[in-house]
């Protein structure tokens, strides 16, 4: 007799999802709890009256392969897309202008020299001080270091203020100052360790690209990301889904595992389980069971965001180039980018006379607008947008979310404080931790650790691939 192997999943996001569905595949009897009364975490697409509305991520990078494997296992391949050929490119909000950034970057370094030379953003000194990079030795001995110390050291300042910093900005929310290279993008790192120069490494990398299966770096899915969250809830067979149930603490219940107790009074008994929660719901719920864990989560930091759609009329709009624009920090607006939703994908508004737009509001402001009301951020990004990209219509519709946990940031000694909560965590059998927190905060990644998870809390339980869930004889 086999007797069923029972985990509970904390956290319906993508991670938590792809934990369940691993988990029920190998046999286990698996419960899936999720505090919202949606599945989805950061991926949240609304479909209202034939607009396509993508309040968190709108795309993933193709070249990294998860996703499209498991859009694969999903049959959604012929559901995949690329952004539109036509818009693509993106821009930075300068002193009062749109300025293309220069092609050929690879992350935040040019690959074409030609490109770099005929670009506005940078000055003269500036482009000068990034070829710099060519001739500069490589750093000795140094393991990781801040976004604004090792992009200044090899390609300068302008390039940190210009180009890095609202790049990066867009994926962590975060301060280059604080921000750690070697946790958030170890590639840059590598680059110069392996070739000394980046722009050498960049050139290399540029005549063996990555393969993205014919799509565009970034790419998409037709009916929108939560397209793709909807089939995969859809296929975890066997997993017992629960929205609008929240989890308040776990602790050991002896020889059976862990006791997880649920805000209505109520407990769940089970052999593992997964947390694929953010990190300051993580470190709570680890404050009894793994108070080391907890303590060192703690230190992971989180940045509320905001993002507010608008629809408008085409003829209403000055002509808009590129895919958006994304704005440095130090020129100090109120909103961090924006994303030109209807010309970056089709499909994404009822007709070619709407124009669909998202601006982003989050660094130091996101907590502050996290607060405030609907018609407040409507007034501070239609006033921005004003300024910025000359819009002056009034919009047809406007749709806001915030996310109140936010984006998670890779703060100087992350890896230090996730080794931490992983070697105590790694003590307990059956216990495991997963999701944007730890190592890398795209959905490729999130996918990953999702299985990487499972896969623990299996080997840790040797449940037995193939056996169904139940008992059986």
């Known amino acids: 007799m086999t007797v069923r192997t029972d985990v509970v999943v904390v956290g319906g996001g993508i991670t938590g999802l792809i934990a369940a569905r691993r988990l029920a595949d190998a046999g286990a009897g698996v419960t899936l709890?999720?505090?919202?009364?949606?599945?989805?975490?950061?991926?949240?697409?609304?479909?209202?009256?034939?607009?396509v509305i993508e309040a968190g991520a709108d795309s993933f990078v193709a070249g990294k392969g998860s996703v499209l494997a498991l859009a694969r296992e999903l049959g959604l391949d012929d559901q995949v897309v690329s952004s539109r050929p036509e818009h693509r490119g993106s821009y930075v909000w300068w002193d009062g202008s749109l300025l293309p950034l220069p092609g050929g970057l690879l992350l935040i370094v040019p690959s074409r020299i030609r490109s770099l030379l005929g670009s506005p953003l940078l000055s003269w000194a500036g482009r000068a001080r990034v070829l710099a990079d060519l001739v500069l030795p490589r750093s000795e001995g140094v393991e990781d270091e801040s976004l604004a110390s090792f992009?200044?050291?090899?390609?300068?300042?302008?390039?940190?203020?210009?180009?890095?910093?609202?790049?990066?900005?867009?994926?962590?929310?975060a301060e280059p100052d604080t921000i750690s290279l070697r946790a958030s993008f170890p590639r840059l790192l590598d680059m110069e360790r392996e070739y000394r120069s980046l722009i050498l490494a960049a050139r290399a990398a540029a005549s063996h690209p990555t393969p993205a299966h014919g799509l565009s770096h970034f790419a998409s899915?037709?009916?929108?990301?939560?397209?793709?969250?909807?089939?995969?809830?859809?296929?975890?067979?066997?997993?017992?889904?629960?929205?609008?149930?929240?989890?308040?603490?776990?602790?050991?219940?002896?020889?059976?595992?862990?006791?997880?107790?649920?805000?209505?009074?109520?407990?769940?008994?089970?052999?593992?389980?997964?947390?694929?929660?953010?990190?300051?719901?993580?470190?709570?719920?680890?404050t009894e069971l793994v108070p080391?864990?907890?303590?060192?989560?703690?230190?992971?930091?989180?940045?509320?965001?905001?993002?507010?759609?608008?629809?408008?009329?085409?003829e209403d709009?000055?002509?808009?180039?590129?895919?958006?624009?994304?704005?440095?920090?130090?020129?100090?607006?109120?909103i961090s980018g924006v994303s030109f939703l209807s010309q970056k994908w089709d499909n994404r508004v009822p007709g070619p006379q709407f124009v669909l737009l998202k601006a982003f509001v989050d660094r130091n402001h996101g907590?502050?607008?996290?607060?405030?009301?609907?018609?407040?951020?409507?007034?501070?990004?239609?006033?921005?947008?004003?300024?910025?990209?000359?819009?002056?219509?009034?919009?047809?519709?406007?749709?806001?979310?915030?996310?109140?946990?936010?984006?998670?940031q890779y703060t100087m000694g992350h890896l230090d404080r996730v080794a931490a909560a992983e070697r105590v965590i790694g003590a307990k059998r059956g216990l495991a931790l997963a999701g944007a927190a730890f190592h890398g905060v795209g959905l490729n990644e999130c996918i990953d650790s999702g299985h990487r998870a499972a896969e623990s809390v299996l080997h840790d339980l040797a449940v037995p691939v193939g056996v169904a869930a139940g008992e059986t004889h």
């Open 367 to 408: 907590r502050e607008f996290a607060l405030a009301d609907n018609d407040t951020v409507t007034k501070m990004v239609l006033d921005e947008l004003k300024v910025m990209v000359g819009i002056d219509a009034t919009p047809l519709r406007s749709w806001m979310k915030v996310f109140n946990e936010g984006l998670h």
């Open 151 to 173: 992009v200044t050291r090899r390609l300068g300042r302008e390039m940190l203020d210009r180009i890095a910093e609202p790049l990066i900005a867009g994926i962590h929310a």
């Open 221 to 286: 899915f037709a009916e929108g990301m939560g397209q793709l969250l909807t089939a995969l809830a859809a296929d975890s067979r066997g997993v017992e889904i629960r929205t609008g149930v929240g989890v308040t603490g776990i602790d050991e219940a002896g020889s059976r595992g862990y006791r997880v107790s649920l805000e209505d009074g109520s407990a769940r008994v089970a052999d593992g389980v997964v947390l694929a929660t953010p990190a300051r719901v993580t470190s709570e719920l680890l």
């Open 292 to 314: 080391e864990a907890a303590n060192a989560l703690s230190g992971i930091h989180q940045v509320a965001s905001t993002t507010m759609t608008l629809a408008y009329a085409a």
């Open 33 to 51: 709890l999720e505090r919202s009364r949606r599945l989805g975490g950061l991926v949240t697409t609304d479909h209202d009256d034939g607009f």
């Open 317 to 334: 709009l000055p002509p808009l180039s590129g895919s958006g624009f994304v704005v440095p920090s130090v020129q100090g607006r109120m």
